[in-house]
């Protein structure tokens, strides 16, 4: 795997087979490569979960310490999203400080989960306005092979719902060696997938591997949850060098609760 | 909507806050323009088409588009610290997206566009305001463009949709809560290029909200001509 830019000919190539609804590996332009979930990749976490979609890997971890709540909520714990993408990921990724897709990748995740009110934030809170619980979302893409968004989305909202409350000794410090017997604080029923769509001509596809994802001329992002039994878009973002046109979302807005569906069919178990 | 929902400064809900243009603010730059809606300011300035450094960077193919948007420290209640933020990186390079695919950049190899965008008071849409001020700076500028950008929020509060909100009905909690939809499409087309949005809308109701956003942008588009026209006919 090289990490040149897609030549003409994989540009003209690819356009003109999505043109005729397929692709390279053979899917459909909606289609899903398998997802799989691994549960406690690294047990000094809070909670974690590594996610494999294809061969695009990524590792999340929850952490949880102690801070001071945000001057515009003294009675809500924090929550801080990172992301660090590894040169140990993709030969396209560089040591350094992060460039846009480095920053944009956490932001994403940051904003399905804070947006869908999954994390009861309210209950995070030790001492109002003084201490409160900060919970760290810290996410490593391990293998790059496209959709590194939505696996990352995947990857935090089951290490969140199988995350543990550590415990607090007499002076109020935090005992990580004390066995956590406490659940986190979720809503019950919500845990939010994202959805990235990408475009190359006037085809539309889901799930890009690298390759698809680097020939693709624009992307659009959606976080999606299920509240009070309706779907929810609680974020968006669209990204890249073209427009979409009001037909394609209208297609993507009647794809996403069957794409949602199915997602949440293949991810019940671990939420 | 049956009944027409009562928002805190009267206006309907597809009803933008008064707009207010001028061409011309930055006399250094090749083309600048101020751009707002209601309370929301934002001036921006375009320099160039301008060699790029360093060298390595440089497209031998086609000119680079580079936007920077940033707030005035004092343009927000709690000071914002000066230098870029996440926040103001992430929405320059959404900006630039927007306002990408109608500028011909194919005409100057080699170079960069420079676009700096500043907030100057803030009242929520400051990257819409930013991005319709920019659009006018690159026109001004006279850089070949195939249309103008024009952009605007629409939001939900709780469930009823609105166009272009204040701060006041961001910060709304009741129901639904507030959304705010960014939207910026290319004039005249159904050709969106910026979708940016956090909060709760259902995916049936995108349409609508476009629809909406459509409107409005037509109103912006007339008011961009106009504002144009009038600079040069001085």
């Known amino acids: 795997m090289s990490s040149m830019p897609s030549s003409n000919l994989t540009i003209e190539a690819m356009k003109k087979i999505f043109a005729e609804g397929k692709r390279f590996d053979g899917r459909k332009l909606t289609e899903l490569r398998d997802i799989s979930i691994t549960l406690d990749i690294s047990n000094k976490a809070e909670g974690s979960a590594g996610v494999k979609i294809g061969k695009t890997e990524v590792l999340v971890g929850v952490k949880l310490g102690i801070g001071t709540p945000y001057p515009d909520s003294p009675d809500k714990g924090n929550l801080t999203v990172s992301g660090d993408l590894l040169p140990l990921a993709s030969p396209r990724f560089e040591m350094g400080p992060p460039d846009f897709w480095g920053i944009e990748l956490p932001r994403l995740v940051d904003r399905a989960v804070r947006e869908s009110h999954m994390i009861e934030l309210d209950k995070l809170v030790i001492e109002e306005g003084e201490k409160v619980w900060t919970v760290y979302i810290d996410i490593y893409p391990i293998n790059d092979d496209g959709n590194l968004i939505d696996a990352a989305t995947i990857g935090a909202i089951i290490a969140l719902k199988n995350t543990m409350m550590p415990e607090l000794d007499k002076d109020g410090k935090i005992d990580y060696e004390k066995k956590a017997t406490k659940k986190f604080p979720l809503s019950k029923g919500i845990s939010p997938i994202s959805f990235s769509f990408f475009k190359l001509g006037n085809s539309v596809i889901m799930d890009p591997t690298r390759e698809e994802e680097e020939t693709c001329e624009a992307r659009v992002t959606f976080g999606l949850s299920n509240w009070k039994d309706q779907y929810m878009i609680n974020s968006c973002q669209k990204s890249g060098n073209t427009p979409f046109t009001k037909e394609e979302i209208g297609q993507i807005m009647d794809l996403l609760p069957k794409k949602f569906e199915e997602v949440n069919e293949k991810l019940k178990k671990f939420l | ?234």
């Open chain 2, 1 to 234: 909507m049956a009944k027409e929902h009562k928002r805190p400064d009267g206006r309907k809900n597809s009803e933008m806050r008064p707009m207010s243009a001028k061409i011309g603010v930055v006399p250094n730059a090749d083309g600048s323009a101020m751009f707002s809606f209601g309370n929301t300011i934002a001036i921006a300035a375009v320099y160039g088409p301008r060699q790029l450094h360093p060298q390595h960077m440089q497209d031998p193919a086609r000119g680079i588009l580079r936007v920077n948007y940033d707030l005035l420290s004092f343009s927000v209640s709690d000071r914002k610290k000066p230098g870029p933020s996440r926040r103001s990186q992430e929405i320059s390079k959404v900006t630039e997206w927007a306002l990408l695919p109608v500028v011909e950049l194919k005409e100057f190899p080699n170079t960069v566009i420079d676009v700096q965008i500043y907030i100057i008071q803030a009242d929520a849409g400051t990257r819409t305001a930013g991005i319709n001020a920019a659009s006018l700076a690159l026109a001004h500028a006279g850089i070949p463009m195939k249309n103008l950008i024009c952009s605007v929020a629409v939001g939900k509060q709780d469930k009823e949709l609105i166009v272009d909100l204040t701060k006041e009905e961001e910060d709304f909690e009741e129901g639904e809560g507030a959304t705010d939809f960014a939207i910026a499409k290319i004039a005249n087309t159904n050709e969106y290029t910026l979708l940016q949005l956090d909060g709760k809308i259902q995916p049936e109701v995108v349409k609508e909200i476009l629809n909406l956003a459509d409107k409005a942008c037509d109103e912006i588009y007339e008011f961009q001509k106009k504002t144009l026209k009038e600079s040069i006919s001085k």
